[in-house]
């Protein structure tokens, strides 16, 4: 069983920053590949980000590519979205999410645990 517990959402100005934090529980989280998602109001929940229990690959939502980073800290038990150049359609409700497997992977269903999110507003 792993849990897993957001943090860093707010409010930002349009092309501001934020940095999204997910700590897990448990000694295994260095075998789980992990992800960001993300649910806008009246929307289905979207892929942003994955990263391999290594850290080693990583995958990115063609909407975040080259503003989005993700990352993570074994030691930690923690992975990060880092998130520049924000823009209004990124308001939403983040969520990261465990999957019991090395490999990254972008769909949600592969997916094992979830956290209960982050709510992020971009203002224009």
């Known amino acids: 069983q792993v849990q897993l517990v957001e943090s860093g959402g707010g409010l930002v100005q349009a092309g501001g920053s934020l940095r999204l934090s997910c700590a897990a529980s448990?000694?295994?989280?260095?075998?789980?590949?992990m992800g960001w998602f993300r649910q806008a109001p009246g929307k289905e929940r979207d892929f942003v980000a994955a990263?391999?229990?290594?850290?080693?690959?990583?995958y990115y939502a063609d909407s975040v590519r080259g503003r989005f980073t993700i990352s993570r800290d074994n030691a930690k038990n923690t992975v990060y979205l880092q998130m520049n150049s924000l823009r209004p359609e990124g308001t939403a409700v983040y969520y990261c999410?465990?999957?019991?497997?090395?490999?990254?992977?972008?769909?949600?269903?592969?997916?094992?645990?979830w956290g209960q999110g982050t709510q992020v507003t971009v203002s224009s």
């Open positions: 448990g000694r295994t989280f260095r075998r789980y590949a």
């Open positions: 999410a465990a999957a019991a497997s090395e490999v990254a992977n972008i769909d949600q269903h592969e997916y094992d645990y």
């Open positions: 990263i391999s229990s290594s850290g080693g690959t990583t």
